[in-house]
């Protein structure tokens, strides 16, 4: 078997990195108590990496250009004190595996890498605390560069080496930041960190990390004598891309450390993220414009993040997703702004929140997302978080098929209020299977048995379950599975290459076998899948 090139490694970490990410966004998010505990954290390093993601997809195939591509990326997206660090240490990274000549093969250049993003992260943050991310990265770093002087150097062997430093680093975090010991927690970023090293280390050797507790059990919060009152937060986080050279940034940096705290700018030449928590907003903005010229500006009151109840509203937007221009016509008629988007083509977070934007509610109203496809679920979950930090009540419907965003949207209504709503569009998707039929483009091990190209496969709630070689015939088997366990309604959604008749045959099919079930016919205009079916 050939080799994978270091520019397919780099992207396939990336990509595992966002996927693990999307799974301990939560956890992370509950973690967040420092600097300040706007539980925002693992949200905030999801769409940081997302949007490394994204334009190292778009990089030439080169390992210089996918890891140039992922650390600008990451500038421009970054978001939070956190995200703005981690943009900093691909920074580092990218410096190293750019120079001439570096190949990832024995892990040296990865160890050069993490050292030199731990110094660049350490640089960013204008008052370095340990227990934070930043012990996290050195210790990872150390680690890494005292096993890539080994005889036996590896690549896989330095990334194991960097995730488990990165964790006994993370298990100490609450003995060395005292707010971290007191709410029994490790520190988020630090934690964050360890997503990303272990997402590396599964690319490499197919390792699964096993999951962890939110909470070190080892330390016990002391009930205090009397009630300490919170020390004094800052009100606003301001953030800005500024293109300015280094020379005004550490000018810059010399007058916001003088306005508030938790300064971190990110960056190199002459683009920089920019990111701190004050009183005064129109100063740091000002100080911005002093230095050369921001731009993409964000003002957040900080307890409003995390303290202002959610609006009395009854606005509502709805999101869906629609795999073909019929669906799409469907989710509309529906009330819901659509977003077109291929099947199997896992959309963006910010696709969604423009999306949201789009809707009646503006900016204001309450959001319900409907990602109809499987790979959208925990991108939709970011886009939510991201709109909850600005006040907005938010929710996704989990639907993994465009069937079940249908199935929501018949039981939406506008003026019920917004839990109740929820659980109802939650409650039909959740009651609709979910099945197609599709065609195969190669010869593949599926759990029906080995298919080859041109045959007829039939899903049933995700998995492949039947092979044959008509239509018709593997459609109808589809639907009697999903039938088996009872239903009352059976949706068939015609597709690319349906053909003449296809859904009537499979309409006639219900008639006969279960004559208790009515059928429902669209045009959904999808691509690879001829039909798409549901049963409720």
Known sequence: MPPVPDAEILLRWCRAGLDALAAAREEIDALNVYPVPDGDTGTNLYLTVEAALQQAEDAEPTLAATAEA?????????????????????????????????????????????????????????????????????????????????????????????????????????????????????????????????????????????????????????????????APEPAYEVMYLLDATRREVDTLKQTLAGLGDSLVVSGAGEEWNVHVHTDDAGAAIEAGIAAGRPHRISVTYLPVQHARPAPETHQRVIVAFAAGDGLAELFAEAGAVVVATATGHRPSTGEMLAAVDRGDAGRTGDVVILPNERDAVPVAEAAAAELRTHGRRAAVIPTVAQVQGLAALAVHEPHRAFDADVVAMTAAAGQTRHGAVTIAAREAVTMAGVCRPGDVLGVVDGDFAVIGADLLEVATEVVARMLAAGGELVTVVTGDGAGQGLADGVARAVRRGHPEADTVVYRGGQPRYPLLLGVE
């Open 70 to 230: 992922a650390a600008r990326g990451a500038l421009m997206g970054a978001r939070g004190n956190s995200g703005i660090i981690v943009a900093q240490m691909l920074r580092g990274v990218a410096d190293v595996l750019s120079r001439p000549g570096t190949t990832l093969a024995d892990g040296r250049a990865l160890a050069s890498g993490l050292v030199n993003a731990a110094d660049e992260a350490h640089r960013a943050v204008a008052e370095p605390v340990e227990g934070t991310i930043l012990t996290v990265a050195r210790a990872a770093a150390d680690a890494a560069e005292r096993r890539a002087a080994a005889t036996d150097s590896t690549l896989a062997a330095v990334a194991l080496a960097a995730a488990a430093a990165a964790h006994e680093a993370l298990d100490r975090t609450p003995d060395q930041l005292d707010v971290l010991r007191r709410a029994g927690v490790v520190d988020a970023g630090g934690r964050g960190l360890t997503v990303l090293l272990d997402a590396f280390d599964t690319v490499l050797t197919g390792r699964r990390p096993l999951p962890r507790p939110r909470t070190v059990g080892a330390h016990t919060v002391p009930a205090p004598a009397r009630p300490e009152p919170p």
